[in-house]
């Protein structure tokens, strides 16, 4: 399984960005999938779920800011930021959930105040 996340970028605060998550050597139909971001010096963070029945699940952090969303036919998962604020600024990455596949490069996301 191979994931490639992109779509990241520098923002103002109160700006938005809508990444992308493409699965490629499996099909994401059916799979559970989550967004996590990173911030330097902090673990990596689960902050979004879809479920295979696109269910979601957002950490309080974002809750209200962040929409997820998957698109099974293009192999994709979407996280659309709203709202950005400079504690959001983190290398944002997707996996399967639970965790099974070597994590991918991530898209740096950024928000200035």
């Known amino acids: 399984v191979q994931l490639v996340e992109s779509g990241g970028g520098l923002v103002q605060a109160g700006g938005s960005l809508r990444l992308s998550c493409v699965v490629s050597g499996r099909a994401l139909s059916g799979n559970t999938m989550g967004w996590f971001h990173q911030a330097p010096g902090k673990q990596r963070e689960l902050v979004a779920t879809i479920t295979g029945g696109s269910n979601t699940l957002y950490a309080d952090s974002v809750k209200g800011r962040f929409t997820i969303s998957r698109d099974n036919a293009k192999n994709t998962v979407y996280l659309s930021m709203n709202n950005l604020k400079p504690e959001d600024t983190a290398v944002y990455y997707c996996?399967?959930?639970?965790?099974?596949?070597?994590w991918g490069q991530g898209t740096q996301v950024t928000v200035s105040s």
């Open positions: 996996n399967l959930l639970p965790v099974n596949a070597d």
